[in-house]
């Protein structure tokens, strides 16, 4: 397919563009934060270091969350 646009023609839609984008207020961009600790914890370590002898502790056990759609449990 060719391109039937004349130079003028992109030259006035380009104008037209760039008169539009100055008209918009900009936003503030964020600042950079660090990360709180608690938000990169991984609580799976405990289990994988874990000793498999050895029943996995309550506390440890109840962060483990299983996605709904697992069907692990239905067949047991």
Not at 9 to 24: A, C, D, T, W
Not at 40 to 66: C, F, G, K, Q
Request: proline fraction near 7%; charge should be negative; hydrophobic fraction near 35%.
């Amino acid at each position: 397919m060719s391109n039937h646009n004349s130079a003028e023609y992109l030259e006035r839609v380009k104008n037209m563009l760039f008169h539009n984008l100055k008209q918009i207020d900009f936003a503030p961009s964020v600042g950079m934060h660090e990360v709180p600790a608690s938000v990169t914890v991984d609580y799976t370590a405990p289990i994988d270091n874990a000793n498999p002898d050895v029943r996995i502790p309550d506390e440890i056990s109840d962060r483990i969350i299983e996605h709904e759609n697992e069907l692990y449990g239905l067949f047991s």
